[in-house]
């Protein structure tokens, strides 16, 4: 059922977060009930922060976004592995995974935190490996911008499928699919409630989608970057080849840095650390892990840039 309330607020049936509309463009669309709110408001000039969306469970009556679980963190950098999107496969892009990870990211999304991604380009090619065999770095990083470009493409895609708000933002100039990164084009992203996926590195060769991925989260006014890995956390070595290892629940920057812990890269570390930006560390492999982690709840390890 519908309702509509003063702010305006939406009631939906148990646990019915996904509704399909239809466009008549587009056709049907799969929409969050929060993202068909801020359409709906947009038409009749209702201001985003007014929209909330109210959850109706027989057990428990009507439940705002007040009483559902608060996300510690207010606005997030999300960095994804181009490994990630392989799922089974052994190199490119997976489309079951790539949705897999949009919907997290979706579930997200909706408890009020402002995201952006950046995701590296490891799946379709690596210029740093080019380059180890003898040919030019500066053109390996260049075509490994390119698969990043790639890769976020595929995730633009799927929230378009949603119906959720994308802008890809690239360092690499490519005009003809995406706009180039500027700051006022950030800030517009930013302040139209769209996610905004971060493509093509720094634009510059030498520098690591981790770096990239800390860079961006600086001028995006992050309060953490979000590492999906293949493990639950920071351990003291690859718990996949050592039983022993250990995993910590909290670290600092400078923990990393002197225990050579190999999470990003050092200068991706020390560019979050001087920026007071928070790290996570998290298993992707957990369906909806990054809100729970969002919400300070799962499991992972979090590199605090002021430790109490």
């Known amino acids: 059922m519908v309702s509509w309330f003063k702010k305006p ?11 399909r509309v239809f466009d008549r463009k587009r056709g049907w669309q799969n929409r969050t009930a929060q993202n068909l709110l801020i359409s709906v408001g947009k038409r009749y000039g209702v201001p ?36 990630a999107l392989m799922g089974g496969q052994g190199f490119g892009i997976d489309p079951q995974m ?30 740093v490996a080019l380059a180890s065999k003898g040919s030019d770095r500066v053109t390996g990083d260049h075509m490994g911008m ?12 799927e929230f378009d499928k949603r119906g959720v708000g994308c ?18 084009g950030m800030i517009a992203a930013r302040d139209r409630g769209d996610i905004i ?4 590195g720094t634009g ?3 520098f690591t989608s981790d770096t990239g991925a800390a860079l961006r989260a600086s001028e995006f006014g992050a309060d953490a970057i979000l590492k999906g890995t293949q493990v639950d ?13 250990v995993r910590y629940d909290e670290l600092s920057h400078d923990d990393l840095l002197e225990k050579k812990l190999a999470i990003m890269d050092a200068s991706a570390v020390a560019l979050a650390r001087d920026n007071a930006i928070d790290l996570v560390v998290f298993s992707l492999h957990q369906k909806g892990e990054l809100a729970r982690v969002i919400a300070g709840q799962g499991t992972f390890t979090r590199v605090l840039s002021t430790q109490g």
């Open 9 to 19: 607020a939406m009631s939906v049936e148990p646990d019915a977060f996904l509704v």
């Open 48 to 83: 985003r922060d007014n929209v909330v969306p109210v959850v109706y469970r027989e057990e428990e009556g009507f439940q705002g976004r007040d009483s559902m679980a608060k996300p510690v963190f207010n606005r997030i950098l999300y960095k994804i592995s181009g490994e």
């Open 98 to 127: 790539v949705s897999h990870i949009v919907d997290d990211i979706v579930e997200a999304r909706d408890l009020g935190v402002s995201m952006a991604l950046v995701v590296g380009g490891g799946n379709i090619f690596r210029g």
């Open 146 to 157: 390119l698969a990043i470009v790639m890769n976020a493409l595929s995730l633009r895609m």
């Open 167 to 184: 802008t890809v933002l690239s360092g690499l100039a490519v005009p003809q699919v995406c706009e180039s990164f500027t700051q006022r």
């Open 197 to 200: 996926i971060f493509a093509g």
């Open 204 to 206: 510059s060769p030498y």
């Open 233 to 245: 956390g920071v351990y003291s070595a690859d718990p996949k080849k050592d039983p022993n290892a």
